[in-house]
């Protein structure tokens, strides 16, 4: 019951206190005149926080709207109060420790936390002003406007071109021509045409790991989503295979809203135009890639970003 | 010194010795059927035995055994010679050698078989032109050839030329015969229904309208001058198997036995018969090639004990097959539910325990539900409701096809539900997660992600089910397998199919052969070549199973082995 009324955007009783959008105005000082906050502190403890926003996203149109989302696994809260604005055609990296809930809040956005029982969640998410979490919200037609590629490729155990075109065989397309269109275009989107267009007769699973990956980006695009989430994509390739996946993320920059979770530092600041810090359920700074690899407005950002913790 | 047990060979060689073990006993097992059961119909020589005592015998060598004989039971010595032969075995130890030989003509002599202890045996000869006779009724028959007769007149006298005449005639008269088992199956069978037809039709205008309504008069009338033209043409049809029977009765086999008694037999009585010494490895080989088809594609004579077990074969591989295509789409679809649909809890757990317990409930008890359930309530029901005119005759209400093939669904489907739900459980959930991120619905993703993912899994539990229900007999006997059936539940009467007719089962003929026979020496080899052919089928149909699987694999895995690894 209770788990009805959150996903009905209610408030539950229980829900901690949180600070809202709040836009950190401070003038940004010498780097070494930036005191530690005592923000992992506050956190830890459970004391409210609020988020360090950079001006450069309030003009943003923003694809996603999220504000003041909570989630629990079971009695166990893994996103509190998390507020952001994922702006229109650009790539948003969502880094932060391991655990911290950035592939829950990935997972959020398509309703792929439905998948599990125990899960409840509060606040509110809009997808181009469609709300995600609302009662009458149709899951299925949610995701069809939402791609997603997952940590580990998980091709599906037929044809390549089956894989492909699987977003619109589940909505009952059968026109041979249609689904060569589109097979090929998404190929040609995920840069894999030319390795496989001899071979999409045969199995999925008979690609290497980079190629198996590219085909799950080409199955992600195949339905036409507006928006592609990817989940740590490369960390289980390697590095020339991650190299092409990267390229590949800045073909499809601008055609796709890209919201992406990365481990590694490097390739938040190669491929994204945003980053969103997180910790412990909470985000802690979301600005222009550039200002929060460079100049931070958080000291906790900066040791995180340089490595010093995490 | 390391304790025994660190040294990691231990663990080899018990792991290894119990495989060996396994592996022994399923050999010795399978040599022991098929050296039984592939030997039968070779055909062996044929003896003529004189004892001691002046009787005489001749048939085949069945099996020899050593035994212990006492001397008062010394058998076909003569008193004079009773203290040399005892004394013969005495030094020899006391053991002595006995053969089982089988003398046929059991019409003049009351037995099939008759045991001849060595140190009887006064003289033992190969008679060149003994001749092997299967009949159709009697059992074996072991004479020489006297005469063949053509309307009671001898045409041929000496061995050869009636052996030469026998073959030259032989083949047509079985023609004839089968094409007068044709005129009385198909013909005489059509006449009977139309016949039994016409009855229940009548029967049912009176249950419904009742005895003095004018539609009752009108049917019984019209019933009247159908049976006056049936009986016409069922006269017709009589005349002409008379016909046949009066031609073929026009030849006949003059034989002596050992003993020298005479005996006429007609050429149509005769299956097959062959100068056993005289055969060369070739002709060998053709009587046994022929034997095994007639095994395979006739049915039996002589309480089973001869002739062929087609109706079993049938039946066995039907009732597998119907019992196959109930249990897999229940099976899996349960699985399904408490796998996919189910909410895991508490009822969940019960449900599955109850599913594991139910394979291990007697089989029996499953066959005294089916004959309660299947047969008596629904068939019962089904019989009140659609065949009232058969009533008291049930047609549904008692044992039969459907409901065996339901009674074994029933038994193997834990097997099933089991293989399925691990089947279920081994779908990675990455590729569940990459369906419903596509915007796939839950069924969508079972059906085109899931289930082709989990069907070799299913394709085991299938395995396990046919070779656990085609291999079992006890339920069987209650739900409608009986010993003699040769109407096929399938035929070209309509409704084609007859699910509800009573068939015959491999499994079933093998009991009844060895332990319902009335003639069990002659039955005990046909029990090892039945249970070979039970095997057999059941190795077939796992193998068509198994090459369906292993295909499903290939396809799942893709081509490059580096991806069958991962996979
Ligand atoms: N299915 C789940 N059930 C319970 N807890 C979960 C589940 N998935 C993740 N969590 C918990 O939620 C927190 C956030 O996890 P996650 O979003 O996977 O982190 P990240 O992707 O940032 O490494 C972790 O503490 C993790 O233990
Ligand atoms: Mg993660």
């Not at chain 2, 139910?358 to 066959?367: R, T, Y």
Request: with cysteine; aromatic share 8%; hydrophobic share 40%.
């Amino acid at each position: 019951m209770i788990e009805e009324s959150v996903r009905r955007g209610e408030k539950p009783a229980q829900r901690p206190v949180v600070a809202g959008f709040v836009s950190a105005d401070e003038p940004v000082g010498p780097r070494a005149a930036r005191p530690p906050s005592g923000l992992f502190d506050a956190v830890e403890r459970g004391l409210p926080f609020e988020t360090t926003v950079h001006d450069e996203l309030r003009s943003c149109r923003a694809e996603v709207e999220i504000e003041s989302f909570d989630l629990w696994y079971g009695a166990k809260q893994a996103l509190f109060g998390i507020t952001m604005s994922i702006p229109n055609g650009a790539v948003t990296a969502l880094i932060g420790p391991s655990g911290c809930g950035k592939s829950t809040l990935l997972r959020s956005v398509n309703r792929m936390n439905d998948l599990i029982l125990s899960v409840r969640c509060g606040g509110e998410m809009r997808l181009s002003g469609d709300s995600i979490y609302s009662k009458d919200t149709d899951v299925i037609e949610l995701r069809k406007r939402i791609g997603m590629v997952f940590q580990k490729p998980n091709p599906f155990p037929m044809s390549i071109f089956e894989n492909v075109v699987y977003p619109l065989r589940v909505d009952g397309v059968r026109d041979r021509h249609t689904l060569d269109e589109v097979c090929e275009k998404s190929l040609r989107g995920a840069g894999l045409w030319e390795e496989v267009k001899d071979r999409l007769k045969e199995s999925g699973l008979s690609l290497s790991g980079g190629q198996q990956q590219r085909l799950c980006i080409a199955r992600a695009i195949a339905g036409d989503p507006e928006m592609l989430l990817l989940d740590e994509p490369c960390s289980a390739l390697d590095p020339i295979a991650t190299g092409r996946i990267e390229d590949l993320i800045g073909e499809l920059k601008g055609r796709y809203t890209i919201l992406i979770v990365t481990h590694n530092m490097q390739q938040a600041s190669r491929t994204s135009d945003y980053t969103a810090f997180m910790y412990l359920g909470r985000l802690v700074e979301f600005g222009p890639t550039g200002n929060i690899f460079l100049n931070p407005r958080l000291r906790e950002t900066e040791d995180y970003v340089t490595g010093r913790f995490g | 010194m390391t304790p025994l047990f660190a040294h990691g060979e231990t663990m080899v060689w018990l792991t290894g010795g119990a495989l060996a073990l396994c592996l022994l006993m399923i050999v010795g097992l399978v040599v022991l059927v098929i050296g039984f059961g592939g030997g039968t119909f070779w055909p062996a020589p044929v003896v003529r035995v004189e004892t001691l005592d002046g009787s005489v015998c001749m048939g085949e060598v069945t099996r020899d055994e050593g035994y212990r004989p006492e001397r008062s039971l010394l058998e076909g010595v003569p008193a004079d010679a009773l203290d040399r032969t005892w004394a013969a075995i005495r030094e020899g130890g006391g053991e002595a050698k006995r053969r089982l030989v089988r003398t046929g003509n059991f019409d003049l002599e009351g037995t099939h078989f008759r045991w001849i202890a060595d140190y009887a045996v006064k003289d033992e000869t190969r008679p060149e032109w003994a001749l092997v006779i299967e009949r159709l009724s009697w059992g074996r028959f072991y004479g020489e050839p006297k005469a063949f007769l053509v309307d009671g007149k001898p045409v041929a006298e000496a061995p050869a030329d009636v052996w030469r005449a026998f073959e030259e005639r032989h083949a047509e008269v079985r023609d004839r015969y089968e094409e007068r088992r044709r005129l009385e199956r198909e013909e005489i069978g059509d006449i009977n229904r139309k016949i039994e037809e016409a009855r229940l039709e009548l029967r049912r205008t009176e249950i419904r309208r009742g005895k003095d309504s004018p539609e009752w008069k009108r049917q019984q009338a019209e019933t009247e001058r159908s049976a006056a033209e049936l009986n016409a043409a069922f006269r017709a049809v009589r005349e002409r198997i008379d016909a046949l029977n009066r031609e073929n009765a026009r030849y006949e086999l003059a034989l002596v036995t050992a003993k020298g008694a005479e005996k006429t037999i007609p050429l149509a009585e005769v299956v097959r018969a062959y100068p056993s010494n005289r055969l060369g490895f070739g002709e060998k080989l053709g009587v046994y090639v022929a034997r095994w088809g007639e095994y395979i594609w006739d049915e039996p004579r002589e309480a089973n004990s001869e002739g062929g077990v087609f109706p079993a074969i049938f039946g066995t591989v039907a009732m597998t097959l119907i019992m196959a295509v109930f249990v897999v789409p229940f099976g899996v679809l349960a699985a399904l539910y408490l796998r996919e649909y189910a909410r895991a809890g508490p009822i969940v757990s019960v449900v599955r325990i109850a599913i594991n317990n139910l394979a291990g409930v007697p089989s029996i008890v499953f066959g005294v539900f089916g004959l309660g359930f299947f047969c008596y309530i629904i068939g019962g029901g089904i019989d009140g409701l659609f065949y009232g005119e058969r009533l008291p005759n049930p047609t549904f209400g008692t044992g039969g096809l459907l409901w065996a093939s339901l009674t074994l669904a029933l038994l193997t489907l834990p097997v099933v539900i089991v293989a399925t739900e691990e089947a279920l459980a081994a779908v990675p959930r990455s590729m569940r997660e990459g369906s419903f991120a596509c915007g796939a619905s839950k069924w969508q993703t079972i059906r085109r992600i899931v289930l082709p993912r989990a069907m070799p899994g299913i394709m085991t539990g299938t395995i396990l089910a046919i070779a656990r229900g085609a291999g079992e007999v006890a339920p069987l006997m209650l739900v409608g397998a009986v010993k003699l059936a040769p109407e096929l539940p399938v035929d070209g009467h309509f409704p084609f199919v007859h699910a509800e007719r009573s068939f015959m089962h491999l499994g079933f003929h093998i009991y009844d052969l060895g332990f319902q026979s009335q003639n069990s020496e002659a039955a005990k080899p046909m029990v090892y070549t039945t249970t070979l052919l039970l095997i057999g089928i059941i190795l077939v149909l796992n193998f068509v199973a198994v090459a369906v699987r292993t295909r499903l694999r290939r396809r799942l895995e893709g081509v490059l082995p580096q991806a069958r690894t991962h996979a």
